[in-house]
């Protein structure tokens, strides 16, 4: 019996360090793998790789060798060795995995902690088992990794280079230009139609009266912010990149807030720059900005974010830019998640005429917050240009946005995805070029011939087609669906 127990201690010690090393690197690797295979985007640069790797991986190295020395001196403990150690190495996946996926809610995490503790008890029995488990599904969730790695080093920004006409234009005009960007704001060619089916009346004649040029037929690229938007600031079409996967271009963040050709002309023409946002949403990744002054500083982000835990007063942070003297001119992005548009998923959504309730009352609350906005630039500053643009459209007539990346069934959801609120108050009124086809890849270009005085650049417009990724069985693909205002569905190849 005594040679047994030696036996048996002499297995559990040669052992035990080795699965210690392995039961810390099993308890972060899986979880650091589905973070990145899932939210690419979101953890992109180098500082947030090297933090998440300290945490997923470095932490519980040092952390479990810690413990086992800690073990190993007080023989008491020793005894348990096999049970703190698969609890620690459960606890660790756990909380690695739901801050991998729905973040670290302190209900879900302390019952989920305490059903590891219990299932420590069978589970420290089969310690080899749980450690090639974790590890096979860290092998199976880098498969699934591979393909953003393969676009993340093909990644080319080529598709950015403009031609020396349009990259070496002078302003023979220098107004300070306002973009205004109210989230997922339908246009007015849409708010009357079955869908929306809204009185957006009082609205209308407020810009109108205002000195404001309307666009009603105005409409995005691509049916999200970050497909949309880089689209804008690249003044060119992206077509997702072709190759990838994911219903996101790779670097669209750095793309909308970092060096584009849109921020180098207004510096080449002398203006200042500003970043005004709401959140953190254009940040999360933590991008290198071009811009000269961003309302959030990089410092404020978390290491994830999904890009809302962070919410700033933009109309007060709009009265400090402005009340900044400047002997520039200066061009200001400001942004807001407002109205926004209908539930992302599915489980959230309350169905159709619910969503499209919520919709129209946060159209509301945004025509309040654009009120104020215009009314404040314009008092502050009566010749500036103003630019309403939205960056796509509220996706009212489907149950969630989930369902737009599947082949369209009619032609309302679609333009209901597509068309934006578009209104540009001109320091002459007389310029309406373009009025009634007109895409966001091509509206910094209507703005430039303006400035500039050179209409030749209203003849170098990208097609003003509207396209979207299918991820639905045999349609799957890129489409372009709309293309001189009317619906189609032909599918794009490289």
Not at 175 to 182: D, H
Not at 413 to 418: E, P, Y
């Amino acid at each position: 019996m005594l040679k047994a127990n030696k036996a048996r201690k002499g297995i559990s010690s040669e052992i035990s360090f080795r699965l210690t090393l392995l039961l810390a690197l099993s308890s972060g690797l899986y979880p650091l793998i589905y973070l990145y295979s899932n939210n690419f985007s979101l953890a992109s640069s180098w500082y947030q790789f090297l933090s998440i790797l300290c945490l997923f991986i470095v932490f519980p190295l040092v952390a479990f060798i810690l413990i086992k020395f800690f073990l190993i001196k007080f023989k008491f403990f020793n005894r348990y060795n096999a049970f703190v150690l698969t609890f620690f190495n459960l606890s660790l996946f756990v909380i690695f995995t739901f801050y991998a996926t729905i973040g670290l809610k302190k209900r879900h995490l302390l019952l989920a902690l305490l059903l590891t503790f219990v299932l420590s008890f069978w589970i420290n029995k089969h310690i080899s088992r749980l450690v090639k488990f974790q590890l096979l599904l860290a092998v199976i969730g880098f498969a699934f990794l591979l393909p953003s790695l393969v676009n993340y080093y093909n990644y080319s920004d080529a598709w950015l280079i403009q031609n020396k006409d349009i990259s070496k234009l002078t302003f023979k005009k220098k107004p300070n230009v306002y973009l205004i960007q109210p989230d997922g704001y339908v246009g007015f060619s849409e708010m009357g139609n079955s869908n929306y089916n809204y009185n957006n009346s009082d609205f209308r004649i407020f810009l109108e009266s205002s000195g404001f040029t309307l666009y009603p037929n105005y409409r995005s690229n691509y049916p999200s912010t970050l497909s949309s938007n880089s689209a804008m600031f690249g003044m060119k079409h992206h077509f997702y990149d072709y190759k990838t996967s994911k219903s996101e271009l790779l670097f669209a963040r750095n793309v909308i807030v970092g060096e584009n050709p849109v921020l180098s002309i207004f510096k080449n023409n002398g203006y200042s720059t500003s970043l005004i946002l709401e959140n953190s949403y254009l940040l999360v990744n933590r991008p290198k900005l071009a811009y000269g002054y961003c309302n959030i500083n990089i410092s404020e982000l978390p290491i994830l974010s999904n890009g809302f835990d962070i919410n700033k007063d933009v109309n007060r942070e709009v009265e400090i830019a402005l009340s900044k003297e400047s002997i520039q001119p200066d061009f200001y992005f400001m942004e807001r998640i407002s109205p926004g548009h209908i539930a992302t998923y599915g489980s959230y959504s309350k169905g159709k005429e619910q969503e499209r309730s919520k919709y129209l009352v946060r159209i509301k609350e945004a025509n309040i917050w654009l009120v104020e906005m215009v009314n404040l630039i314009s008092k502050q500053d009566p010749n500036g240009l103003i630019v309403i643009a939205s960056d796509h459209g509220g996706f009212v007539g489907l149950d969630s946005t989930s369902q737009a990346y599947k082949k369209p069934e009619n032609k309302e959801n679609v333009f209901s995805m597509f068309s934006s609120l578009l209104a540009i108050k001109w320091p002459d009124q007389e310029f309406e070029y373009c009025k009634d086809n007109l895409t966001s890849v091509n509206l910094f270009k209507v703005v430039f011939s303006y400035l500039s005085e050179e209409e030749k650049l209203l003849e170098s417009f990208e097609p003003n087609n509207s396209y979207l990724k299918i991820f639905d069985g045999e349609n799957r693909g890129l489409y372009k669906v709309i293309t001189n205002n009317s619906f189609v569905f032909d599918k794009i190849t490289e």
